[in-house]
């Protein structure tokens, strides 16, 4: 029994193939990153489970997919209704200039959704032999659709694995409606997460999760085509990253310093990789330690504040942090609501 238990954990055939990598030291937990409890003061929306981003219109209603499929809207101060069932499982999204929803769909790739029809009508503009796992967007000026594929490899219900492989199987893809061209503008990306233009709109902003960074890549300019790094080291695993009011750019950290800390320890050791991607999932669930943690980004990349909730009481496991007229809205990758935050009170100068 116990020889068949160290034989399983050792030598059975697992779908990673880690090499020993040696991580950054964390950042201090100072500065703006001191630690703080501003997420005590969330107001919680309840919405489904699985809320993992945000989206609000000029007219302050709040938009959500969940893991079931279903996209959802609260109007300003009501609860959330159903609008449409993507039947896969809905990540980012935002509206295009004709008011048409286009969404990242780890499952069914990128589609746009018209709203204004009876039902909404769903159209699918590349799918998942082109995007394996879609997971977040943002529209360029000329609409043009820069896109993430999480992972050329794994799946959504599998980017554990994907972070025990700590391969380069993330990609930006810049994919134009109605043209069929779809080009892959970064690849070997460690998780291609988050996208965001910037406020120039001359460069675009895409998140490599398992290297804790935010690169740039410009799209504009004598130096468009290259990419540099935006903000390095983060304190977590950084997820969506979203343009605010103020200039600066807020990023999501769906896990915080706590299990940052387990993930260095595993790195430089391929063979506890190897045995961790032989259990159940759920023990990898139970490492992660669930913490609240956001940060903002100044125009140069650099920490300016954060809001956190390092005890995971109030609200764990921010993928999402969008802020607009001050408040300050939350999405939650395993959660059941969005956080809403008054940041003007919560704020701290």
Excluded: C
């Excluded at 295009?96 to 039902?119: H, K, N, S």
């Amino acid at each position: 029994m116990i020889v068949g238990a160290l034989a399983y954990l050792f030598l059975w055939p697992v779908p990673v193939d880690p090499e020993p990598v040696q991580p950054p030291a964390p950042p201090p937990l100072d500065g703006p990153l001191a630690p703080n409890d501003r997420l005590a003061a969330v107001e919680l929306l309840p919405a489904g489970h699985g809320p993992e981003a945000v989206f609000v219109d000029s007219a302050g209603r709040v938009y959500t997919g969940l893991s079931d499929g279903r996209i959802r809207r609260a109007e300003p101060g009501g609860a959330f209704e159903d609008l449409v069932d993507t039947g896969g499982r809905p990540l980012e999204m935002i509206f295009d200039a004709e008011g048409r929803l286009v969404v990242a769909d780890a499952e069914r790739g990128l589609l746009r959704i018209d709203l204004d029809t009876d039902p909404p009508a769903l159209e699918t503009l590349a799918g998942p032999r082109l995007l394996n796992f879609a997971d977040a967007l943002d529209l360029a000026p000329d609409g043009s659709i820069y896109v993430t594929d999480a992972s050329a490899v794994f799946g959504m219900e599998e980017y554990a694995l994907d972070a025990l492989d700590h391969g380069p199987n993330g990609r930006l893809f810049r994919i134009v409606p109605g043209s069929g061209r779809a080009e892959i503008v970064v690849d070997s990306l460690r998780f291609a997460n988050g996208v965001s233009l910037t406020h120039d709109r001359r460069s675009v902003l895409v998140v490599e999760t398992w290297r804790y960074r935010v690169l740039e890549y410009a799209i504009a300019g004598p130096d468009s085509g290259q990419t540099r790094v935006f903000a390095g080291n983060l304190p977590g695993f950084p997820d969506n990253i979203t343009r605010d009011d103020r200039g600066g750019y807020w990023v999501g950290l769906t896990n915080g310093p706590k299990a940052r800390r387990n993930y260095d320890f595993m790195l430089p050791r391929p063979w506890i990789r190897r045995i961790v991607a032989r259990l159940p999932a759920w023990v990898s669930k139970a490492v992660q330690r669930p913490q609240g943690f956001a940060v903002r980004l100044d125009a140069e990349g650099r920490i300016t504040e954060s809001v956190q909730d390092l005890s995971g009481t109030y609200f764990a496991h921010t993928s999402h942090a969008l802020e607009r007229d001050g408040v300050l809205y939350l999405g939650s990758l395993h959660g059941r609501a969005i956080g809403r935050l008054d940041y003007r009170n919560a704020h701290q100068p």
